[in-house]
């Protein structure tokens, strides 16, 4: 099975808020709320009221999620130019042990709350997740932590007004439909090609028949090289190479670039439901893809001390959720594709490991050093080819 297997993708971050109440409303002012767990400062605990005078950045964030990690290292850099003038607090549900080690790795000096009750009054499903107050205590935005710079911090500190794009996770926008670009129905399969649906959230799952065997995929709010990502089994974009002009920013995440995209077949096309949902894409779209093959810059993950032992395990299982990583009965190649999800550029088994183990990582994002150590308990190792090395890529370019 490839990466792309995963019903979770780059991954993704994404956390539950059952009460939709909130006490941070953009354009008023937020109401008192007392953060009790600060684990990295002389004041245990600290509340919003303490803070008037200057502005506060609540950053809501949590070690497992990949996104949230250069987040955090942005507003630490912020911080460190900015000193006593903001006060930036960073809140995870996490439990007070894994945040420790956090601070103990990162050096970070940024507050750290460890907080399990705060999204009874914040609003937010998907982080990371910012709100922005003044030093009047008023809410002015509600955002994501990458519209956050150096003069947004200035402005704030001058009293000067802000205008960021709203990160608003629940808003339903009923002027915004979704639209069926193109569907196929027989005995044979089903397709379905849409445009952005406002209520799913990105990423895909596997389709399942009786019998338990693979018969499809269901992508949502996907870009094309993403559909087509899926579709091939790519491990990861660091395998994408564009041709005819074309780039990354001409894919951008945005609702009028993402698709919606179904493909189930009968038991007859079982075998062929990626081919056939290939060629379906390359008549829709006037981006398509290829497979081939091309020299790049890689890791590779080697077999140094060959102690690692077989699975005796009955069936396989694979769950990731960010850092940690816990499987039975999965290939040495399997492991390289889920290491790509953090490196940014390809892996590769160099192994000579044939068989199938039981591989469990648990490591710190925030300290990459924590990997190899992790992987060195199994006698593996990762590290950079002296060369470029053949690999398997997927080629985006126009339609002739």
């Given at each position: 099975?490839?990466?792309?297997f995963?019903?979770?993708?780059?991954?993704?971050?994404?956390?539950?808020?059952?009460?939709?109440?909130?006490?941070?409303?953009?354009?008023?002012?937020?109401?008192?709320?007392?953060?009790?767990?600060?684990?990295?400062?002389?004041?245990s605990?600290?509340s919003?009221?303490?803070?008037?005078?200057?502005?506060?950045?609540?950053?809501?964030?949590?070690t497992?999620?990949?996104?949230?990690?250069p987040?955090?290292?942005?507003?630490?850099?912020l911080k460190?130019?900015?000193?006593?003038?903001?006060?930036?607090?960073?809140?995870?549900?996490?439990?007070?042990?894994?945040?420790?080690?956090?601070?103990?790795?990162?050096?970070?000096?940024?507050?750290?709350?460890?907080?399990?009750?705060?999204?009874?009054?914040?609003?937010?499903?998907?982080?990371?997740?910012?709100?922005?107050?003044?030093?009047?205590?008023?809410?002015?935005?509600?955002?994501?932590?990458?519209?956050?710079?150096?003069?947004?911090?200035?402005?704030?500190?001058?009293?000067?007004?802000?205008?960021?794009?709203?990160?608003?996770?629940?808003?339903?926008?009923?002027?915004?439909?979704?639209?069926?670009?193109?569907t196929?129905?027989?005995?044979?399969?089903?397709?379905?090609?849409?445009?952005?649906?406002?209520e799913?959230?990105?990423?895909?799952?596997?389709?399942?028949?009786?019998?338990?065997?693979?018969?499809?995929?269901?992508?949502?709010?996907?870009?094309?090289?993403?559909l087509?990502q899926t579709?091939?089994?790519?491990?990861?974009?660091?395998?994408?190479?564009?041709k005819?002009?074309?780039?990354?920013?001409?894919?951008?995440?945005?609702k009028?670039?993402?698709?919606?995209?179904?493909?189930?077949?009968?038991?007859?096309?079982?075998?062929?439901?990626?081919?056939?949902?290939?060629?379906?894409?390359?008549?829709?779209?006037?981006?398509?893809?290829?497979?081939?093959?091309?020299?790049?810059?890689?890791?590779?993950?080697?077999?140094?001390?060959?102690?690692?032992?077989?699975?005796?395990?009955?069936?396989?299982?694979?769950?990731?959720?960010g850092?940690?990583?816990?499987?039975?009965?999965?290939?040495?190649?399997?492991?390289?594709?889920?290491?790509?999800?953090?490196?940014?550029?390809?892996?590769?088994?160099?192994?000579?490991?044939?068989?199938?183990?039981?591989?469990?990582?648990?490591?710190?994002?925030?300290?990459?050093?924590?990997?190899?150590?992790e992987?060195?308990?199994?006698?593996?190792?990762?590290?950079?080819?002296?060369?470029?090395?053949?690999?398997?890529?997927?080629?985006?370019?126009?339609?002739?």
């Amino acid at each position: 099975m490839k990466k792309n297997f995963l019903l979770l993708i780059l991954i993704i971050c994404i956390t539950s808020c059952k009460n939709e109440n909130t006490i941070a409303e953009l354009g008023k002012t937020v109401p008192n709320y007392k953060f009790s767990n600060i684990l990295n400062s002389k004041q245990s605990q600290i509340s919003l009221n303490d803070l008037k005078g200057k502005p506060v950045i609540l950053e809501f964030w949590a070690t497992w999620c990949g996104p949230c990690i250069p987040a955090m290292k942005k507003l630490d850099s912020l911080k460190n130019q900015f000193g006593d003038k903001i006060e930036i607090i960073t809140i995870s549900h996490e439990n007070q042990q894994r945040l420790e080690q956090f601070i103990k790795n990162s050096q970070t000096s940024l507050r750290v709350v460890s907080d399990t009750t705060h999204k009874k009054n914040f609003k937010y499903k998907v982080i990371p997740h910012s709100i922005i107050i003044d030093k009047n205590g008023v809410v002015r935005a509600i955002t994501s932590p990458k519209n956050i710079n150096e003069e947004v911090i200035k402005n704030l500190i001058f009293d000067n007004k802000i205008d960021l794009e709203i990160k608003d996770d629940f808003y339903i926008n009923p002027n915004l439909e979704v639209e069926t670009i193109n569907t196929i129905a027989n005995n044979d399969y089903t397709i379905a090609l849409k445009s952005y649906d406002q209520e799913k959230r990105g990423g895909f799952g596997l389709l399942i028949d009786s019998e338990g065997n693979i018969n499809g995929v269901d992508m949502w709010n996907s870009t094309i090289p993403r559909l087509y990502q899926t579709l091939f089994g790519i491990a990861s974009p660091s395998r994408m190479i564009f041709k005819d002009s074309l780039s990354e920013k001409d894919f951008p995440y945005k609702k009028e670039h993402q698709y919606n995209f179904m493909i189930q077949v009968s038991d007859k096309y079982q075998q062929k439901w990626r081919e056939i949902g290939i060629e379906f894409l390359n008549e829709n779209f006037d981006v398509n893809a290829k497979m081939g093959v091309d020299s790049l810059e890689c890791y590779v993950l080697k077999n140094v001390d060959r102690t690692i032992k077989p699975s005796k395990s009955e069936s396989p299982e694979f769950m990731f959720m960010g850092t940690i990583l816990k499987t039975k009965k999965i290939k040495m190649s399997k492991l390289a594709e889920y290491l790509e999800n953090f490196t940014p550029i390809p892996v590769l088994d160099k192994t000579d490991l044939n068989g199938e183990y039981d591989i469990d990582l648990e490591w710190k994002a925030e300290d990459p050093k924590t990997m190899h150590s992790e992987l060195k308990k199994f006698g593996l190792e990762l590290i950079r080819a002296e060369e470029k090395l053949p690999v398997e890529i997927m080629e985006i370019y126009k339609k002739q």
